[in-house]
């Protein structure tokens, strides 16, 4: 392992929230190195602080102290504007929900990012093209999402977390809305889509999702309790140093 | 984000919700239409009243005695005298440079008595240069001759309403006509002038200044109208004119008015009333504006999740801003091209229909509309807007 492969470093992370006069710390003190290419699983309680975790990871939060370095760039204090360019080029984001625009097709929905970067429509088109047979969407370009079965949308908003092709692949519980069958169908997926060299980081409840990642993170009250890999990580790291 | 891609998708959430699209547009099609058609009646009747004004011809300059002022009393026991404008002023203008004509003129309401008949009419001492000052024309016979001084001979020229009320379809020529003790032969008829703000221009008699003097027993003119060549400065010539009479007068005891200047005040009158017209049709405009804003609110409320789902996939806050933005000045420049394109089809309609009622739309109307809806557009958006562009995408995400 070498600096390089490190995606992302996370050094004394903590975010705190204020509600009414309480305080609320959703992370405390979080460290945690990603290497690229990686498959994690986190998981905890509710109100653990996995999502606020995710959330930082992805930079729809910032963290209140601490330094997050991705892919060997300082992250922690950019603005907006940045950071919503380093979230278009490096980051995918699958939610639970699905968040399909309602009114867009499913074609219209994967070349979102790309309309929103600003590529020009003749590569936009022949990228959507790609990534709807690649998915196994091609009949489905022209449906809406209200027409598409839950495994489907999912496979749309997957479809369009990866058109972008990002480094780094956060999902929030996305088989939380599905049934067992298209859950394990997802799950596959975005597995494969690992095997490619996508670091996949999944925040989920489930118990046997959780065990299919080859590291686990497990959160409580806002702090990781336990790292299956960290052991393994320091321990390489040492190898390789010695 | 690229601009084509902007519009297609404020179009593309304006399509999701027909029928609120349409109502919202139809709220500033309604604000332009009236706009539209009021201000159309307003330029129309603006040129209507100028047409009126001008069908006597633009390079024409009155003078009047007396001159408006305000001073100190004059000092007590003398009175103090205007000079009276008179025959020779009225010549002597006619000699300057630039100056192609002038008429003394001096009018009173009079019985005329011809062919057994009597009837009332105006009656105005000229000479023969009125012809040229008013730009009309002599159907029948000739006008009034140009007299040598003091020697105008007793003649009149009758308008053509005025003939036919005497002498229906008889020839006037050489009839005799009985004003007031004076005796006056008919030598011309003039052709149908119409009529200029309600007064009728051809129930009117014309006779020489001099004799008009006599029959009104004035000494002085109530006007000299000078006609002066097309082309030249009107102030230029004013200048002239007054330089002479103040020499002539030893004051300056007239008043000189151009009808450019007489236009002009009227034109900026008329231009406020067609503005305070438009003003009105403005007030539904604003209507228009504020159910922008209302759609617009609802709208950035009802997408929360849109907005922080496209700043997950990487929005800039400007880019969001210029996409409510765009939304909201499609929705008002599409309602604003409707309200045009009925305004004029109204304004059309009404021109067919009251064929009298003077309609009048200009382009810079139509373009000036078109870009005050894109403006009202803009400024419903901003605040719709600008409150998508500040959300916390986390909470955004998570609304429901």
């Known amino acids: 392992m070498t600096e390089a492969d490190t995606l992302i470093r996370l050094a004394h992370i903590g975010r705190t929230f204020y509600l009414g006069d309480a305080q609320v710390h959703a992370l405390r003190d979080i460290n945690l190195n990603i290497q690229q290419g990686e498959y994690i699983a986190v998981m905890g309680p509710s109100g653990s602080g996995k999502s606020t975790l995710l959330n930082v990871l992805g930079l729809l939060d910032r963290a209140d102290a601490g330094v997050y370095h991705l892919a060997g760039r300082d992250v922690t204090t950019l603005a907006a504007d940045e950071q919503a360019r380093v979230r278009s080029e490096h980051v995918g984001f699958i939610f639970q929900s699905f968040h399909l625009v309602p009114r867009l097709t499913a074609a219209a929905n994967i070349e979102l990012p790309l309309m929103l970067a600003g590529i020009n429509p003749d590569e936009r088109a022949q990228r959507v093209k790609q990534v709807l047979h690649d998915y196994g969407l091609d009949a489905r370009a022209e449906h809406r999402p209200n027409e598409l079965s839950g495994g489907q949308r999912q496979r749309v908003a997957i479809a369009r977390a990866t058109v972008m092709q990002p480094t780094l692949l956060l999902a929030d519980e996305p088989t939380g809305n599905l049934d067992k069958v298209t859950g394990e169908e997802v799950v596959a997926l975005l597995e494969a889509l690992n095997g490619q060299g996508v670091t996949l980081i999944v925040v989920t409840h489930d118990q046997s999702l959780g065990a299919r990642a080859r590291r686990q993170i497990k959160m409580d009250d806002g702090a990781i309790v336990s790292d299956t890999a960290a052991s393994v990580i320091v321990g390489a790291t040492r190898d390789e140093s010695t | ?400």
């Not at chain 2, 409320?301 to 700043?311: D, F, V």
Request: proline letters at 4%; one cysteine or more; a neutral charge.
């Open chain 2, 1 to 400: 984000m690229l601009i084509r891609d902007a519009i297609r998708f404020a179009i593309q959430a304006m399509s999701a919700h027909r029928l609120r699209s349409l109502l919202t547009m139809l709220g500033i099609a309604v604000g332009i239409w009236s706009v539209i058609l009021l201000t159309s009646i307003g330029e129309g009747m603006h040129r209507y009243v100028l047409a009126e004004f001008t069908q006597f011809g633009t390079n024409v300059i009155a003078i009047a005695p007396g001159k408006v002022k305000t001073g100190g009393q004059a000092p007590a026991g003398i009175p103090s005298t205007a000079r009276l404008l008179t025959m020779e002023d009225a010549i002597a203008l006619k000699q300057l440079p630039n100056v192609t004509g002038a008429t003394p003129t001096v009018w009173g309401n009079s019985e005329l008595a011809a062919n057994g008949r009597l009837r009332r009419s105006t009656v105005y001492g000229v000479d023969a240069d009125f012809t040229r000052v008013f730009s009309s024309s002599v159907r029948i016979g000739s006008f009034l001759p140009a007299a040598n001084m003091g020697d105008s001979r007793a003649m009149i020229v009758l308008g053509s309403k005025l003939r036919d009320e005497l002498f229906g379809q008889q020839n006037p020529l050489g009839a005799r006509v009985k004003i007031g003790g004076l005796h006056f032969r008919v030598i011309g008829v003039m052709a149908p002038k119409g009529q200029f703000l309600g007064i009728d221009l051809d129930d009117t008699a014309f006779i020489p200044t001099e004799r008009a003097l006599e029959l009104y027993n004035r000494e002085g003119l109530m006007e000299i109208h000078v006609i002066y060549q097309e082309g030249v400065a009107s102030a230029s010539v004013a200048k002239v004119v007054k330089s002479l009479l103040k020499l002539r007068h030893g004051a300056e005891d007239f008043t000189v008015t151009t009808q450019e200047d007489m236009l002009n005040t009227l034109s900026n009158i008329l231009n406020i009333l067609t503005m305070a017209v438009g003003a009105l049709g403005g007030i539904s405009l604003l209507v228009g504006g504020v159910g922008i804003v209302t759609i617009m609110t609802i709208a950035v409320s009802e997408r929360t999740n849109e907005i922080g789902l496209m700043m997950a996939l990487g929005a800039q806050r400007a880019t969001v801003l210029f996409l409510f933005l765009g939304e909201s000045v499609a929705l008002a420049s599409l309602g604003g091209l409707c309200g045009l394109l009925f305004g004029i089809v109204t304004a059309q309609l009404l021109q067919f229909l009251l064929p009298a009622l003077p309609v009048h739309t200009p382009w810079s109307f139509a373009i000036g509309s078109l870009l005050i809806s894109m403006m009202i557009g803009l400024l419903a958006g901003v605040i719709p807007a600008r409150s998508a562009s500040m959300l916390d995408p986390i909470n955004a995400l998570r609304a429901e």
